[in-house]
């Protein structure tokens, strides 16, 4: 799951003038803005994260397949790039499966760089 913890953001001053960075530990993206122009810091802090968040999770990246089979069918998300996928035990909605699998490449992706 993306949270905002999952976010280290610092906000400080260079001979630029203000400076925004923002870190997603689990994979190591990472932007900043130096210096950051006439918006206000808060607002770039936002667009930083919102950028980095997109490149963790692209929607474009899952499909979601509805199997029938007997007694019951399932649902099912597949991650295109990775290929990992998650099935639903009838309890899970696709959001939590989506999450499972970017918990999982996240971990996978702090390991390969370890």
Known sequence: MIAA???????????KGVFA?????????ELMVDPVADEP???????????????????????TQLIRAKPKGFTRVVHLRSGKYRDSDGRKTV??????????LAEVHATEKD
């Open 5 to 15: 913890k999952d976010f280290h953001t610092t906000v400080g001053h260079s001979d």
């Open 21 to 29: 960075r923002v870190v997603h530990p689990p994979t190591g993206n």
């Open 41 to 63: 810091v808060g607002r770039v802090v936002q667009q930083l994260i919102a950028e980095l968040a997109y490149r963790v999770f692209d929607p474009k990246d899952f499909v």
């Open 95 to 104: 959001k939590d499966l989506q999450d499972e699998l970017l918990d999982e």
